[in-house]
Antibody, heavy 127, light 109 residues
Framework: QVQLQESGPGLVKPSQTLSLTCTVS??????????WSWIRQPAGKGLEWIGH???????NYNPSLKSRVTISIDTSKNQFSLKLTSVTAADTAVYYC???????????????????WGQGTLVTVSS | QSALTQPASVSGSPGQSITISCTGT?????????VSWYQQHPGKAPKLMIY???HRPSGVSDRFSGSKSGNTASLTISGLQAEDEADYYC?????????FGGGTKVTVL
């Protein structure tokens, strides 16, 4: 059973860098057919996809956050990480990591489904 | 990229069926069969309920079903139960990234 767990500071000062790590257990992060994703949710609001990384290190980011986001992967530790620079109060949210499925068999493809998710970690941006 | 459009709330009585819509554009919902749905109870992480528009993961009740017509995807919950009261989010693939809907609060009357 695959499990994901976020970790990192719960409080970050404005203009600084938010850094989180997601530790994966029960499966190798190097196994194919999955991206490893970050998603966030401000209090009382909806979900926002931040970006994802493949085991090769290939990444895709939300265009609205692209200039501030870096996602990296450490296969030796079975972890992937998020860095978000120049944070403001608007970046205060619960941050989730999730496994994102994708595969293609012949002409049949499956993608853009997130399962499982970590429990989430609240990051507050405040001085 | 704009969020997908969902109704803020939908309600129904126990045993009834309800449908939640998720409207996008031809660049996301209408362009790909990669729509997924998530159930989120308060204080909990989202749970995958439907993927690739119509498919249910193992363990998800067959009372949940998905469909799509044009730029609008839908999640139908039949035989509504008290435990179905939660927030529901749709997500669509779009050009190497993902979009989520704003969420729909389902209330069981």
């Amino acid at each position: 059973q695959v499990q994901l767990q976020e970790s990192g500071p719960g409080l970050v000062k404005p203009s600084q860098t938010l850094s989180l790590t997601c530790t994966v257990s029960g499966d190798s992060i190097s196994s194919g057919s999955f991206y490893w994703s970050w998603i966030r949710q401000p209090a009382g609001k909806g979900l926002e996809w931040i970006g994802h990384i493949y085991t090769s290190g290939s990444t895709n980011y939300n265009p609205s956050l692209k200039s501030r986001v870096t996602i990296s992967i450490d296969t030796s530790k079975n972890q992937f990480s998020l860095k978000l620079t120049s944070v403001t109060a608007a970046d205060t949210a619960v941050y989730y990591c999730a496994r994102e499925g994708f595969y293609c068999t012949g002409n049949l493809c499956s993608k853009n489904w997130f399962d499982p998710w970590g429990q989430g970690t609240l990051v507050t941006v405040s001085s | 990229q704009s969020a997908l459009t969902q109704p803020a709330s939908v309600s129904g009585s126990p045993g009834q069926s309800i449908t939640i819509s998720c409207t996008g554009t031809s660049s996301d919902v209408g362009g790909y069969n990669y729509v997924s749905w998530y159930q989120q109870h308060p204080g909990k992480a989202p749970k995958l309920m439907i993927y690739d528009v119509i498919h249910r993961p193992s363990g998800v009740s067959d009372r949940f079903s998905g469909s799509k017509s044009g730029n609008t995807a839908s999640l139908t919950i039949s035989g509504l139960q008290a435990e179905d009261e939660a927030d529901y989010y749709c997500s669509s693939y779009t050009s190497s990234s993902s979009l989520f809907g704003g969420g729909t609060k389902v209330t069981v009357l």
